[in-house]
C-alpha cells in the first residue's frame, strides 16, 4: 500500500537559510498535519491542511509557511532558520471525508541547521 | 491545552512477561491512537480506538479504551526482543479537526 512520502530525508542548511520541505500523502487523503520533533521529545503539531485550506495551526513560528497544494501535496517552507529549527519533520496524512481521521506518518525529513 | 501523561517512561523486563503502558488525559478523547517508532523513523501506526470501552487486539497487543474516554492501555502478553522501541500514544480531541497530541513515550526494552 501506498504511504506518506516525504523530501528530502535529510536536510543540511546554515543559520539565516531558507528550506522546503515536501509532503506527498496517500491518494485519496484529503488532509495533511506537519509535526515537529526534537531530539528526545515527541512530536508536536504545527499546522494542518483540508482540500488546500489551512484548518488548524499550533506551534509554528512565524518564520515558517506552509501551503496544500491542487495535487494535495503540501510543503513547509522555512526561512531564516534558526540553529533550534534542528529536529525531524514529520508529515501524516488522513481521510477526513473517510470517517474516523487515523494518521499515517511519513518517514520524516532530518533537517540540521548548521 | 490538553496534557496526555504516558507511563511508565522507561520499561525494561525479560522476554516472556507480560507488561502495561497507560495514557491519560484529563479531557475527553474523540480518538486514540498508538504508534511505535523507531529512532530517526516515522510513526508507525499500531491501532485506533474510537468508542468508550472499545478493546482491540494485535497479535500479542491488547489496547483498550477506557469507557469514558479519557484513558487508554497497551497490554503486550509475552514480551519478545522484537517489541523493543518507543510506544507513543497520541489522542484527537477535537471531532472533524484531528490534530494529535501525543503522550512522552514508553521506551520498551526486551531483554532475551
Known amino acids: 500500500a501506498a504511504g506518506v512520502i516525504q523530501s528530502p530525508r535529510h536536510l543540511i542548511k546554515e543559520k539565516r537559510e531558507t528550506a522546503t520541505l515536501k509532503c506527498y500523502p496517500i491518494p485519496r487523503h484529503d488532509t495533511v498535519y506537519w509535526y515537529q520533533q526534537g531530539p528526545g521529545q515527541d512530536p508536536q503539531f504545527l499546522i494542518s491542511?483540508?482540500?488546500?485550506?489551512?484548518?488548524d495551526k499550533g506551534s509554528i513560528p512565524d518564520r515558517f509557511s506552509a501551503q496544500q497544494f491542487s495535487d494535495y501535496h503540501s510543503e513547509l517552507n522555512m526561512s531564516s532558520l534558526e540553529l533550534g529549527d534542528s529536529a525531524l519533520y514529520f508529515c501524516?496524512?488522513?481521510?477526513?471525508?473517510?470517517?474516523?481521521?487515523?494518521?499515517?506518518f511519513g518517514p520524516g525529513t532530518r533537517l540540521l541547521v548548521l | 491545552t490538553q496534557l496526555l501523561e504516558q507511563s511508565p517512561q522507561f520499561l525494561s523486563i525479560q522476554e516472556g512477561e507480560n507488561l502495561t503502558v497507560y495514557c491519560n488525559s484529563s479531557?475527553?478523547?474523540?480518538?486514540l491512537q498508538w504508534y511505535r517508532q523507531e529512532p530517526g523513523e516515522g510513526p508507525v501506526l499500531l491501532v485506533t480506538?474510537?468508542?468508550?470501552?472499545e478493546v482491540k487486539k494485535l497479535k500479542r497487543l491488547t489496547f483498550q479504551f477506557g469507557d469514558a474516554r479519557k484513558d487508554s492501555s497497551l497490554h503486550i502478553t509475552a514480551a519478545q526482543p522484537g517489541d523493543t522501541g518507543l510506544y507513543l500514544c497520541a489522542g484527537a480531541f477535537d471531532f472533524g479537526n484531528e490534530k494529535l497530541t501525543f503522550g512522552t513515550g514508553t521506551r520498551l526494552t526486551i531483554i532475551p
Open positions: 479531557s475527553v478523547f474523540s480518538s
Open positions: 491542511f483540508y482540500e488546500k485550506m489551512q484548518s
Open positions: 480506538v474510537v468508542t468508550g470501552g
Open positions: 501524516a496524512s488522513s481521510s477526513r471525508t473517510g470517517g474516523t481521521e487515523t494518521q499515517y
